[in-house]
């Protein structure tokens, strides 16, 4: 089931995607849900045009923990070798936007980069998840775009403001809940700028599976419901100007799509 998060009419809400498209797609409708979908849920049977609403990130975080150089090649292509652990950074929820929404260009930075990434949408309050059962805390799956000011992460040591800048957190479309962490570890992923490739690889590539990140992150913190983890990005980052449109599009989850804009 593909999860939406969108508004309509000043009311916000949560709604089962039904048909068969990219988000634009005038076939495409939404089923409301009652309740929230982390626990028990029914459909209300009261559908709505998503070509009619607006999408919102598809879940709002208490935290995004995002995994840096878990793809070797992106690793090497910025000059850096494969860590020995995960490296592990927080990007605040205040940089998280949904598709369509734009991504501003920091005022900081002079080089901003696209990384696209499979996001794990967590759907249980877990902690020191044994390998066992990274499946049962794992609500599913969405499209990531770790926007990084790359002059910025070069320069300062800590990567705070390089990654966690107002709307360097893109998610979306939506959440597939209905895919096994098996399939989820071998889809492919690539992002586009102005309809042209510069990424396009496999999460299969990723050198620390999504159950080495889950357990590795809970062995030292509390994850809740809508956290998210970012798996890290494949070979090809690179530049983004104003007036750009990035989108980064994942095997059997969907397209997300923003376009840069000047800040201010």
Not at 239 to 245: A, C, H, S, T, Y
Request: one cysteine or more; hydrophobic letters at 40%.
């Amino acid at each position: 089931m593909r999860i939406a998060r969108f508004s309509i009419d000043g009311n916000v809400a949560f709604g089962a995607v039904e048909g068969e498209g990219p988000a634009e797609s005038g076939g495409l409708v939404l089923d409301i849900i009652k309740g929230i979908p982390y626990t028990d849920f029914e459909l209300s049977g009261t559908k709505v045009p998503l070509s009619k609403v607006r999408l919102l990130p598809p879940v709002l975080p208490n935290k995004v923990v995002a995994i840096g150089r878990n793809y070797a090649e992106h690793a090497a292509e910025l000059g850096n070798e494969v860590p020995d652990v995960p490296v592990a950074f927080f990007k605040p929820t205040t940089s998280v936007i949904g598709s369509g929404d734009a991504i501003e260009y920091p005022s900081f930075s002079n080089e901003l980069h696209h990384e696209a990434e499979l996001a794990v949408v967590i759907g249980r309050m877990c902690r020191e998840v044994p390998r066992e059962r990274v499946k049962d805390v794992i609500f599913g799956y969405t499209c990531a775009n770790d926007v990084t000011a790359r002059d910025a992460q070069q320069r300062e040591k800590q990567w705070a403001r390089a990654k966690g800048f107002d709307t360097s957190c893109p998610l979306g479309p939506w959440v597939e809940t209905d895919m096994s962490i098996a399939a989820a570890s071998d889809l492919a992923i690539q992002a586009t700028v102005n309809g042209e490739q510069r990424q396009l690889g496999r999460t299969s590539d990723m050198v620390r599976s999504i159950e080495d990140l889950v357990v590795h992150i809970t062995e030292a913190m509390t994850l809740l419901p809508g956290d998210v983890i970012l798996t890290g990005t494949p070979a090809g980052v690179g530049p983004l100007n104003v007036g750009d449109e990035v989108a980064v599009t994942i095997e059997g989850i969907g397209t997300l799509t923003n376009k840069v804009i000047k800040r201010g």
